[in-house]
């Protein structure tokens, strides 16, 4: 049985087609599942996605239609995944419920300190044979304080190199991790967060109570100079609201790995095209914010993870196994 893997990027393709070697035959597509493109799974009974494929009613009635059965999703978060359609129409999904926190904290790290130390206006300069220093003055992290909105995986390996900078630890989260405690964390409201942290890192998922979790009331409430970190899900994010606050030249720096209207964006070359989104357009020219395009999670380490739990997702379902893995059926 042919595995059909969509979204898959050069680097992936051959560790995707590695672990499936002894397993099942693979395709692997670097175009993204959307209403476009789902009429190329008929006949995959199994198909693969990651997680700016489109997998809302309309696409997996497609699916259901051309005999999809399985859905094992790349990734940990599955916003892009409409379950309870899903359930009604009697495909499986799977996710990778876990693989290296660490690939994608040190990310949000690199962002904290790249946007602090003014790393990428440095390099172009000195490409430019301009050495001066003015305008790339930075802050010592230590003894300062990191908010981290969400402790659990990822949230508590960030929580441990902030510890390494000697820096004070707030969280909040609906749930304490009695390992950020040991660290020193002290866990308060979110406002009290927002209003004493001099870098703020968000870590928890993007559900419909944590849509717009930064908005316009909370980034005001937040330090002029405060650094502010997205390695989650753009969603948890008020980007208009953001540019409006540094517009009127609020933030250290902002450090983006992604941004809610990234599908369609993100991961692929736009280079030659137009740009029509005006909102990301803006908040690339200011010289605090940096954007990445959602690769906090692209190690080798962590992408092999991915993959081996992926394959292992699909022969259970193959097998009839139920893992923790599994989103629906939920029993
Ligand atoms: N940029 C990337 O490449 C990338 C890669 C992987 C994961 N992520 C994002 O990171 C997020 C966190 O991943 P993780 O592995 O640490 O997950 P996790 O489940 O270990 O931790 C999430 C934490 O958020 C908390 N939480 C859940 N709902 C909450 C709410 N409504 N209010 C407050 N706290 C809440 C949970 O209690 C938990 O402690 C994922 O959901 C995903 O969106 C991004």
Partial sequence: ???????????????????????????????????????????HEIISTSVNCDLG??????????????????????NNVDLDVAERLGITVARVS???????AEFAWTLAMAVNRRIVRASTRTRDFDFRLDGLMGR????????????????????????????????????????????????????????ESDLVS????????????????????????????????GGLVDTAALVDELRAGRFTGVGLDVYEAEAGLFFLDKSLEAVDDDTLAR????????????????????VTQIVATTV???????????????LVPRS
């Avoid at 059909?4 to 002894?22: N, T």
């Avoid at 876990?98 to 994608?104: F, L, Q, R, W």
């Avoid at 659990?152 to 390494?164: D, L, P, Q, S, V």
């Avoid at 908040?283 to 080798?300: D, G, I, K």
């Fill in 98 to 104: 876990s693989y290296s926190p660490y690939s994608v």
């Fill in 1 to 43: 049985m042919e595995i059909l893997a969509f979204g898959v990027q050069a680097d992936e393709k051959p560790l995707i087609e590695r672990a499936f070697a002894d397993h099942h035959p693979t395709r692997t597509l670097d175009v993204f599942l959307n209403t476009d493109t789902a009429p190329i799974a008929a006949g």
């Fill in 57 to 78: 009613a309309d696409v997996l009635s497609d699916l259901a239609a051309g005999g999809t059965r399985m859905v094992a999703q790349r990734s940990t978060g599955f």
């Fill in 312 to 326: 292992d997702n699909v022969l259970d379902y193959t097998a009839g196994r139920r893992s923790e893995n599994v």
């Fill in 202 to 233: 968000l870590h928890v998922p993007l559900l419909p109570s944590t849509r717009h979790l930064i908005d316009a009331t909370a980034l005001k409430s937040m330090r002029d100079d405060a650094i502010l970190v997205n390695s989650s899900r």
């Fill in 283 to 302: 908040l690339v020219t200011f010289p605090n914010v940096l954007v990445t395009s959602h690769q906090a999670y692209y190690t080798v380490d962590a």
């Fill in 140 to 195: 010592d992290l230590h003894g300062r304080t990191a908010g981290v909105l969400g402790t659990g995986k990822i949230g508590e390996a960030f929580a441990r190199i902030a510890h390494g900078f000697g820096m004070r630890l707030l969280g909040w989260d609906v749930a304490e991790n009695p390992a950020c405690r040991e660290l020193g964390m002290t866990y308060v409201p979110k406002e009290q967060l927002l209003a």
